[in-house]
């Protein structure tokens, strides 16, 4: 069994106001982002299944066009390959973020 403190987990600055660390197993990832208010991660997508809970503050989500207000307790669901961004209104923000399968991307950029 692994254990992890989250607090510990190697930091990554993904964006101007955005922190993530990260833990994966083969098949998926949790992400644990932080987002100052007024951050933005642009819009992107990729090929990921993810699903975003938000933990703390809110956050705008916009999923194909789709615009939701996220708050505490809430999650969004994103398929594979949909363009999606998301904003931060109230903040600080956290949101755990899962991926299927793992972003190799995510795991290289903490690795250099």
Known sequence: MNY??????PCREMAPGITMRQVHLKNVMVTFVELEEGAV?????HEHEQISIVISGTLFFNVEGKERMVKSGEAV??????EHSVSAISGPAVAYDCFSPVRKD???ALES
Do not use: K
């Open 106 to 108: 995510y795991i290289r």
């Open 4 to 9: 992890n403190v989250i607090s510990e987990l």
């Open 41 to 45: 991660v642009p819009p992107h997508s």
């Open 77 to 82: 669901l994103i398929p594979s390959g949909a």
